[in-house]
């Protein structure tokens, strides 16, 4: 059974600084890993779509890099802005995918 | 192009009554799935439709169950609803080819509150 683990759960920073989310998962065996945000209340966000084959998307100041041999995903955050402030998910497969429980991020001004 | 609609947004039930939830997914898209997200439990699978099949489940009593119409369109339904129902309910579509290597789009939700 797929499990991923996001850490940290909660993460504050000042504006301006660069940051890392972190996504860890058991099973390799992935079609492709996505992260999205989150805000209060609100669906979810596509951020990032990383295929299996792929190693790194990048959006913006947004970059999103997967290695399955040691189950892990980060997720890249340069230049925090207050508007950054979100839950950040990342999710495995498709179909029935795994979500994580998020990294709940503020960007203090 | 229109993202992935739900509807209603909000919705409150008393205990023991029965709720349908809509989902129209992106023009295209075949796949339609279903989560339940609560503060205590995170986003949790419910099942997962595709052209009008139900392609995955996740661990949900009975009382959950869904459906899918030939123009990809999502129902979910929850009969004799308890307490702890009371959740957002997202759903998502993406193009659901073989491979699985479609990305998920979100709808905004539907806030369903059991009083």
């Known amino acids: 059974k797929q499990e991923v683990t996001q850490i940290p759960a909660a993460l504050s920073v000042p504006e301006g600084e660069n940051l890392v989310l972190n996504c860890s998962f058991t099973d390799s065996a992935i079609y492709n890993l996505q992260w999205f945000r989150q805000d209060p209340g609100k669906g979810l966000t596509s951020l990032l779509l990383?295929?299996?084959?792929?190693r790194e998307q990048t959006s913006g100041r947004l970059n999103a890099s997967l290695d399955k041999s040691s189950g892990r995903s980060t997720l890249y955050i340069a230049a925090s802005q207050p508007g950054d402030s979100a839950t950040y998910l990342c999710?495995?497969?498709?179909?029935?995918?795994?979500f994580g429980d998020g990294t709940t991020l503020t960007v203090k001004p | 192009k229109a993202g992935v609609t739900q509807t209603p947004r909000y919705l409150i039930k008393t205990r023991g009554q029965q709720v349908t939830l809509s989902c129209s997914p992106i023009s295209g898209h075949r796949s339609v799935s279903w989560y339940q997200q609560t503060p205590g439990q995170g986003l949790q699978f419910l099942f997962e439709y595709f052209s009008e099949t139900q392609r995955n489940k996740g661990n949900f009593p009975g009382r959950f169950s869904g459906r899918q119409f030939s123009n990809s369109r999502s129902e979910m339904n929850v009969s004799t609803l308890e307490l702890g129902d009371s959740a957002l309910y997202l759903c998502a579509s993406s193009r659901g080819g073989t491979g699985y290597s479609d990305g998920y789009t979100f709808g905004s939700g539907t806030r369903l509150t059991v009083v």
């Open positions: 990383i295929q299996s084959s792929q």
């Open positions: 999710a495995l497969g498709a179909g029935k995918s795994t």
